[in-house]
Structure formats: C-alpha cells, structure tokens
C-alpha cells in the first residue's frame, strides 16, 4: 500500500548533473526523516544522504559537496540533485523513510561514464 517510487536517473558523463525525485505515498511524509541510498553491483547497499523534517540536511563524506537534498511536502516527495558526478556514483539509487521501514521501490539507475 505504501509506495516509494524513484526516478529521475539516466545515463551521464563525468562532471555532469542528474536530478532524482523520490514520490512517498505516506501520510506522515511531511514529519518523517527521509533517506536515499545507492547499491552498486556486487555491493553492499550504501547510505548516501539525509533530510529532517526540518529540512535539515547531512551526506556521506562521499557526497559532500556535489549532492543536495531536498524536499517538497506539499508533493510527498524527497529530491536528489547530484552534480560533478563521477564514474563511482554508478548505482541504483533509493529512498526510504528512516529507519528504513517501508517496502523498498524499485529505484533508479545512474550511469555516469568515463
């Protein structure tokens, strides 16, 4: 019943930019703390970033600095703006409340190439 829906991914070149939306289909989105992860091939799943219902963000050391997160209540749904991105952010990306308690979406693919 609750969904997480991911999109926004695509294919990129080093030092280029990919927005991602995360759609929640929950009612208390607008309070919940919301994730994203990402899972390369053969990998384990990593945290990527982090936003309050405050608004507040925090990011992985690996992230800090090229990725922002953001979110828009009124739409339920958490964003991703990665810039100069590089060949090593290559992975499915996810959201999910925190603690990461629902279902998990399909995610969406970044691809950043040589």
């Known amino acids: 019943q609750v969904q997480l829906v991911e999109s926004g991914g695509g294919l990129v070149q080093a030092g280029g930019s990919l927005r991602l939306s995360c759609a929640a289909s929950l009612s208390t989105f607008s309070i919940n703390t919301m994730d994203w992860f990402r899972q390369a091939p053969g990998k384990q799943r990593e945290w990527v970033a982090r936003?309050?219902?405050?608004?507040?963000?925090v990011y992985a050391n690996s992230v800090k600095g090229r990725f922002t997160i953001s979110r828009d209540n009124a739409k339920n749904t958490v964003y991703l703006q990665m810039n100069s991105l590089k060949p090593e952010d290559t992975a499915i990306y996810y959201c999910n409340r925190f603690p990461p308690s629902l279902p998990w979406g399909q995610g969406t693919q970044v691809t950043v190439s040589s």
């Open positions: 936003i309050f219902s405050s608004g507040n963000p």
